[in-house]
C-alpha cells in the first residue's frame, strides 16, 4: 500500500563538497527519504502524511536532527502542510567550514529540523539548515 525509505544519499556519502572530517557527523545528524510512495489505488486516504509522520518520529528517536528529501514542484503544498520547507536549493551551515550548497534542476529539497538544536533560516531566498555540528 505503501512505503517510505530512508538512508544516506549519494552527494552525503560520495560527494567531494563535505569534507571527510565531517562526513561521519553530518551521516549522524541528516537523513533522507529517498522514497515516499502509495499505490494508487490507495492514494488521498493519508497513508504518505502516516508513513512521513512515523518515519519522522523513528529518525528523531535515533538522534537524528533533520529530515531531508526530493520532490516534484507540484507536490509542494503537501509538504509544507506537514512542517517542511521547500526551494531549489538548501544550504547546509557546516560553521566553522562554511555552508554547503545542494541544487537539482529536477528536484525541490525539502527539509525538517526534528531536534530543538537544529533550525532553518533563510539567507538569499534559500533555506539554510544549521545547529548540526556540535558547537
Known amino acids: 500500500m505503501g512505503v517510505a525509505r530512508c538512508g544516506p544519499t549519494g552527494w552525503m556519502v560520495t560527494g567531494t563538497e563535505i569534507p571527510d572530517l565531517l562526513r561521519r557527523p553530518i551521516l549522524r545528524r541528516i537523513n533522507y527519504v529517498g522514497e515516499l510512495a502509495v499505490a494508487?489505488?490507495?492514494?488521498?486516504?493519508?497513508?504518505?502524511?502516516?508513513?512521513l509522520h512515523?518515519?519522522?518520529?523513528?529518525?528523531?528517536?535515533?538522534?537524528?536532527?533533520?529530515?531531508?528529501?526530493?520532490?516534484d514542484r507540484h507536490l509542494t503544498r503537501f509538504y509544507q502542510r506537514l512542517g517542511y520547507t521547500s526551494a531549489r536549493r538548501l544550504?547546509?551551515?557546516?560553521?566553522?567550514?562554511?555552508?554547503?550548497?545542494?541544487?537539482?534542476?529536477?528536484?525541490?529539497?525539502?527539509?525538517?529540523?526534528?531536534?530543538?538544536?537544529?533550525?532553518?533560516?533563510?539567507?538569499?531566498?534559500?533555506?539554510v539548515l544549521t545547529g548540526l555540528l556540535p558547537g
Open 40 to 51: 494508487p489505488d490507495h492514494r488521498n486516504r493519508g497513508i504518505a502524511r502516516a508513513l
Open 54 to 71: 512515523q518515519t519522522e518520529h523513528d529518525m528523531c528517536q535515533a538522534g537524528y536532527g533533520a529530515l531531508v528529501l526530493g520532490h
Open 91 to 127: 544550504a547546509l551551515d557546516l560553521a566553522p567550514w562554511g555552508h554547503h550548497v545542494r541544487s537539482n534542476r529536477r528536484w525541490w529539497h525539502t527539509v525538517k529540523p526534528l531536534a530543538p538544536e537544529v533550525s532553518l533560516r533563510t539567507v538569499y531566498g534559500s533555506p
